[in-house]
């Protein structure tokens, strides 16, 4: 593989054309599976009267944008996890979850989360790609990814933040991973999704080529 790409790279420099980095060559020797996109709303916190309702920094309805986190924690179900924050959401909360299956948003995106620390929480939505544990199909994972990517998708459609734009490199854009917050904003020490991608070789790039897919797909819909 290595080899192939050197080799790619050789003849684009002797061709003097533009050549794909070497990430992006990875990414796109993935093929994503075939899902049926699920965004499924499960109010987790509506009967709890105590429950913030507080606005972004721009005001309600208006996030700048989502942050991409991974549970961090192979030993939960999705359905686990909703249970888990209706108990502790006092210390921390997010506004969805994704697994192979769907995505279950459990809280009201008009209104900030508490994900990534005070500086992100007042402008991001926060979704969390459930990780599974290792000898899980990576079939599976991929599909959690479709699903997580799906949902990004729709939110920044639903709040015309634009195409998808990661911001980790030049904090600049409308996503940002958790380690991205922490490097670039600060607030949180967090560095999901990077300590599990790496272990299924799906970089960070492939993921955002997935958002875009379904950017580009609920354009035409
Ligand atoms: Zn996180």
């Known amino acids: 593989m290595k080899k192939t790409?050197?080799?790619?790279?050789?003849?684009?420099l002797l061709a003097g054309i533009v050549c794909i980095k070497q990430k992006d060559a990875v990414a796109s020797s993935i093929t994503p599976p075939t899902i049926e996109p699920?965004?499924?709303?499960?109010?987790?916190?509506?009967?709890?009267?105590?429950?913030?309702?507080?606005p972004y920094r721009n005001g309600i309805g208006k996030p700048e944008g989502v942050v991409l986190?991974?549970?961090?924690?192979?030993?939960?179900?999705?359905?686990?996890?909703?249970q888990?924050?209706?108990?502790?959401?006092?210390?921390a909360f997010v506004h969805a979850f994704a697994d192979a299956s769907h995505t279950v948003e459990i809280a009201n995106t008009d209104y900030?989360?508490?994900?990534?620390?005070?500086?992100?929480?007042?402008?991001f939505i926060h979704v969390?790609?459930?990780?599974?544990?290792?000898?899980?199909?990576?079939?599976?994972?991929?599909?959690?990814?479709?699903?997580?990517?799906?949902?990004?998708?729709?939110?920044?459609?639903?709040?015309?933040?634009?195409?998808?734009d990661l911001m980790d490199n030049n904090g600049e854009g409308n996503i940002i991973t958790h380690r991205g917050v922490t490097q670039l904003?600060?607030?949180?020490?967090?560095?999901?999704?990077?300590?599990?991608?790496?272990k299924w070789d799906i970089p960070i790039?492939?993921?955002?080529?997935?958002?875009?897919?379904?950017?580009?797909?609920?354009?035409?819909?």
């Open 5 to 12: 790409i050197k080799i790619t790279l050789l003849l684009c």
């Open 38 to 54: 699920v965004i499924e709303k499960r109010p987790a916190f509506e009967n709890i009267p105590d429950f913030p309702k507080l």
């Open 69 to 82: 986190h991974s549970t961090g924690d192979t030993s939960k179900s999705l359905d686990e996890w909703i």
């Open 84 to 91: 888990y924050e209706k108990e502790t959401w006092e210390n």
């Open 112 to 123: 900030l989360g508490w994900g990534a620390g005070a500086i992100a929480n007042k402008r």
């Open 128 to 164: 969390e790609l459930v990780e599974y544990p290792d000898g899980t199909s990576k079939e599976t994972v991929l599909k959690s990814i479709e699903q997580y990517a799906n949902y990004v998708a729709h939110v920044l459609h639903k709040y015309n933040l634009g195409t998808p």
């Open 185 to 198: 904003l600060g607030g949180t020490t967090h560095t999901d999704p990077f300590n599990y991608l790496p």
């Open 205 to 221: 790039s492939y993921i955002t080529d997935r958002i875009q897919y379904y950017y580009n797909k609920q354009s035409i819909n």
